[in-house]
């Protein structure tokens, strides 16, 4: 398991090579990416979700959110019986550091909702910017462009579901990229490549042989608030009706 | 003709605003963004600078291109689906710099964040009440954390 | 989590649009309100509120002067405000309000001004001195042509432009609403009745204003107010004002009626964190007793200093209660949860960019603009002792 220095110095120039193609080139004129070949989205397995925070501290180790604001979050829903009108739901700081426990002879169901933003094929947010600074980029991430937006905030109201914020240092809008900087190049968002059930997975809708198509043709998923008809890509398994 | 004399302060009025449309024209045309509109109402050119963003987390294929070991002992066990930054945090700087010491993860904290028993999580995970459970031993003194199950007469 | 009761999205428990942003739509409702009165006269030929004219056109300016302030000083990157204009976004409705605004400032406001008043520029770039005669100078843009038939051509394309002017104050302010309306995420907002009550509480807000402004006014010169002009004023006043409350009231009963997935968080936050400034003030105090006040004098036979008193208590209250109601909308529309599980609570800063202080400094601006508008164009009857009074210096 340990890895002595003579092993590290044979290591090295493969980990460096593998380390170049990683960082190799941006969308533009890197010749392995090209944006209208791909239409991103995520899919949650609701089941599958543990609610141990390691999406959210991941986002934030690798997007630099400021504190108390949240790209990602984990919602936990306590349903009472029948009562699905009114769910008691807790996120402590955004579900960062896990939930409290709870004991085996609660009543009701619990279970775990990650959020994230939904890159809506047709955002409400980048409908109502009033200058393009938010706009959904060809292979489908709604993006903030930080040195165009002016901080109005107006995005931030016509979000329907709290995916954005002010950045209070930046004084700009800002939200979920979903690791365009990743996603790009290859790897998968920093939220995916931390969770350690798989709950969340990247998914290319373009791309014929993502297992997303399979799992979509037999199981049963749902888009978050489907009346807003926002084209929402993010798509939850399983997904209890009592979900806002 | 005298009605253009007459009115004549009103054609000196459109001649201002004329001349304050072709002046927003002229610095509009030298302000805007030059990618502005490349794929959309948007300036282009911050597509590629939001993909240029640093990576912290590396990514598990890099991890694996040199340490194929521990890739070949996970693959056999319960964790084959966890990636090694869910536990061991990200380590971009590691990757691109191995000499940089990642440090190990504390076994206390780590397992329970996952693992710890509670109503809420689904039924079908493995969960466990630590105390109960090993009394305060630490969880990697019995369990591998690369492939936790205990190979040969273990009670769980 | 302080301030929060149930649950919010963790990015909601800030608000993002601020006291700043109640400022602005109530500003721009002053605005369209004073046009449209200046409109009566013009357009509709109610001669009574005459003397109002030029004050309503006056008010309306100096108020549309100030309304892009608390936007600007709202903006994280105020520099970049101008973008507005550079690259607008035909979709959002924000920005199509920057061509609105700017059509009614420059195309209809400021030209309107210009006609209505050129006689008297002409004449004052004569008989001032300094810089005075230097401003008076550059309005005139070098024409000094008052002969009856200039003056004649001035008197039809003012008309028309007042003509323009009404669809463009409806326009104004209709788009005030209409950004808040269009807000499909937000069921406070999200209403098609959203503009049709800015546009009316707007000339509610509007008319009470200049009524209020003409009645200070005339006390400040030690004139007589003219109290056939303050009498149809209040009468027009009551009228938008029923119209205005009935549009609300519609709107209310058709949430209580509807009953929809919103409507008990709604109806909670009504009860609770917005009772006492939509229901007290803005329901109670700000729209029925002004309108019982209007509709008392209407239908009873008081002397003229009561109705002056009754007049400056229903105006007041009207201005307090319109700024109630877009207190309410602004920032009624983000106490509550998206989620339909909690409220958060708004508390205003003090002393910061968009603080208290800065919001009372944002609402006394205009009065002030107004003050040196007033003073430079005169919006007194054209007596000739009034126009050398004002080239005779301050």
Redesign the interface.
């Known amino acids: 398991?340990n890895?002595t220095r003579r092993h590290?110095l044979i290591?090295?120039p493969?980990?460096?090579m593998?380390?170049e193609s990683?960082?190799a080139g941006?969308?533009?004129d890197a010749p392995n990416y090209t944006?209208s070949e791909h239409w991103w989205s995520m899919l949650i397995d609701i089941?599958?979700?543990?609610?141990?925070?390691?999406c959210v501290r991941?986002c934030q180790?690798?997007?630099d959110v400021p504190d108390?604001?949240?790209r990602t979050?984990i919602?936990?829903y306590?349903v009472d019986d029948w009562n699905m009108a009114n769910?008691?739901?807790?996120?402590p700081?955004?579900g960062k550091e896990?939930?409290?426990?709870?004991?085996?002879d609660?009543k009701g169901k619990?279970?775990?909702v990650p959020?994230l933003c939904n890159h809506c094929a047709d955002s409400?947010c980048t409908?109502?910017?009033?200058?393009?600074?938010?706009?959904?980029?060809?292979d489908g991430v709604v993006?903030v462009?930080q040195?165009?937006?002016?901080?109005?905030?107006?995005c931030?109201?016509?979000?329907?579901?709290?995916?954005?914020?002010?950045h209070p240092q930046?004084?700009?809008a800002d939200k979920c990229?979903l690791c365009?900087?990743?996603i790009?190049?290859g790897?998968?968002t920093?939220c995916c490549?931390?969770?350690?059930?798989?709950a969340r997975q990247l998914a290319d809708l373009k791309n014929p042989n993502d297992p997303i198509h399979a799992f979509l043709k037999t199981h049963s998923v749902q888009v978050l608030k489907p009346q807003?008809a926002t084209g929402a890509k993010v798509f939850y398994n399983d997904l209890d009706g009592s979900v806002? | 003709m005298s009605i253009f004399r007459d009115a004549g302060h009103l054609f000196r009025l459109a001649g201002v605003y004329l001349a304050g449309t072709l002046i927003f024209l002229v610095v509009r045309a030298v302000v805007v963004p030059h990618s502005f509109g490349q794929y959309g109402h948007y300036r282009g050119a911050a597509i590629a600078e939001i993909a240029d963003r640093p990576l912290h987390f590396a990514g598990h294929q890099a991890c694996e291109t040199c340490h194929s070991d521990i890739a070949q002992t996970k693959a056999g066990g319960m964790h084959a689906h966890v990636n090694c930054e869910a536990c061991h945090g990200p380590l971009a700087n590691h990757a691109a710099d191995p000499s940089i010491d990642p440090g190990k993860p504390d076994v206390a904290t780590l397992c329970v964040r996952c693992h710890a028993v509670s109503a809420a999580r689904p039924r079908a995970f493995p969960q466990v009440d630590a105390d109960q459970h090993s009394g305060g031993v630490p969880c990697n003194t019995c369990h591998q954390p690369h492939s936790p199950a205990i190979a040969a007469g273990g009670s769980k | 989590m302080p301030g929060v009761d149930g649950f919010m999205y963790p990015n909601e428990i800030s608000l993002y649009w601020s006291v700043l942003i109640v400022l602005y739509p109530y500003i721009t409702g002053l605005v369209a309100g004073a046009f449209i009165l200046a409109s009566l006269v013009r357009v509709f030929r109610v001669e009574a509120v005459g003397p109002t004219y030029r004050l309503a056109l006056l008010t309306a300016l100096a108020f549309l002067l100030v309304a892009p302030l608390p936007l600007q000083l709202h903006l994280g990157h105020p520099e970049r405000s101008f973008e507005m204009y550079l690259t607008p976004h035909r979709t959002s409705a924000m920005a199509m309000f920057g061509f609105v605004y700017l059509w009614y400032l420059m195309a209809v406001l400021t030209v309107e001004i210009w006609l209505d008043y050129r006689a008297d520029i002409v004449a004052l770039s004569q008989s001032t001195r300094g810089w005075r005669r230097l401003f008076y100078r550059i309005l005139t843009l070098g024409s000094s042509n008052v002969s009856e038939r200039a003056l004649h051509i001035d008197e039809r394309v003012g008309w028309f432009i007042t003509l323009i002017g009404i669809p463009s104050a409806f326009l104004l302010h209709g788009y005030v609403g209409f950004i808040f309306g269009s807000i499909k995420a937000n069921p406070w907002w999200s209403s098609p009745l959203m503009p049709v009550v800015f546009i009316f509480s707007a000339m509610v807000s509007g008319i009470a204003a200049v009524m209020l402004l003409y009645m200070a006014a005339s006390r400040l010169r030690r004139q007589p107010i003219d109290m056939r002009c303050v009498d149809t004023t209040a009468q027009y006043l009551l009228y938008t004002f029923i119209v205005d409350f009935s549009l609300e009231m519609l709107d209310l009963i058709h949430r209580i009626y509807e009953a929809d997935e919103s409507f008990r968080s709604l109806n909670f936050m009504v009860h609770t964190k917005l009772w006492f400034s939509q229901v007290i003030v803005q329901i109670c105090f700000g729209t029925l007793v002004p309108i019982l006040l209007l509709a008392f004098v209407q239908v009873t036979k008081l002397s003229t200093a009561v109705r002056k008193r009754l007049y400056v208590i229903s105006g007041s209250l009207t201005l307090i209660g319109i700024f109630a109601m877009r207190w309410n909308v602004v920032i009624g529309g983000q106490l509550f949860s998206k989620s339909f599980l909690g409220y958060t609570t708004y508390k205003m800063a003090l002393a910061t960019r968009e603080g208290l202080l800065v919001s009372i400094g944002l609402t006394i601006l205009p009065l002030f603009i107004l003050a040196v508008l007033v003073k430079l164009l005169p919006p007194w009857p054209k007596e000739q002792h009034v126009l050398q009074a004002a080239a005779g210096g301050d």
């Not at chain 1, 769910?87 to 996120?91: A, E, G, L, M, T």
């Not at chain 1, 040195?147 to 107006?154: T, V």
């Not at chain 1, 931030?156 to 002010?166: H, K, L, S, T």
């Open positions: 398991m890895i590290m290591l090295l493969a980990a460096a593998a380390w990683v960082l941006t969308p533009e944006m089941p599958r979700c543990i609610g141990c925070g390691n991941a180790a690798e997007n108390g604001f949240f979050w919602e936990r306590h769910p008691q739901v807790i996120s700081d955004g896990g939930f409290p426990s709870v004991a085996e609660d619990y279970f775990f959020k409400p409908q109502v910017c009033p200058v393009g600074a938010t706009f959904i980029t060809p993006l462009d040195k165009y937006c002016m901080g109005c905030a107006y931030v109201q016509a979000c329907p579901y709290g995916c954005r914020y002010i930046k004084r700009v990229t365009y900087h990743r790009t190049k790897l998968t920093a490549e931390a969770c350690p059930t798989g807003m806002r």
